[in-house]
Nanobody
């Protein structure tokens, strides 16, 4: 059974940076896409980016491209989301999620496509 645990959130100042981690346990030799999502209070959950654990293929939503970077450490089975300029990300819960192949490469992650979810982690940007 695959389980995902997010970490690295917290309180940051406007314009600051955070690196979120998504530690995956129970991964088999199967390949996965790991996606990052955010949910701002009162808004729908939005796909930010995904990365393939097989070949490192990535895709970013247009609204975050240039302000975040996704990566995956094969040895640690951990995905990361480096976020900069966090002013636009205030008071959001960030989730990581995973899905097995096949998956589409030329799309930002869509919630419907992911069936394994972490519980989310809060990121708050100081006002």
């Amino acid at each position: 059974e695959v389980q995902l645990v997010e970490s690295g959130g917290g309180l940051v100042q406007t314009g600051g940076s955070l690196r979120l981690s998504c530690a995956a346990s129970g991964l088999t030799d199967d390949h996965y896409a790991i996606g990052w999502f955010r949910q701002i209070p009162g808004k729908v959950r939005e796909g930010i980016s995904f990365i393939s654990t097989n070949d490192g293929s990535t895709y970013y939503a247009e609204f975050v491209k240039g302000r975040c970077s996704i990566s995956f450490d094969n040895a640690k089975n951990t995905a990361y989301l480096q976020m900069d300029s966090l002013e636009a990300w205030d008071n959001a819960v960030f989730y990581c999620a995973a899905t097995r192949p096949p998956f589409r490469l030329n799309l930002a992650p869509v919630e419907y496509d992911y069936d394994i979810w972490g519980r989310g982690i809060q990121v708050t940007v100081s006002s």
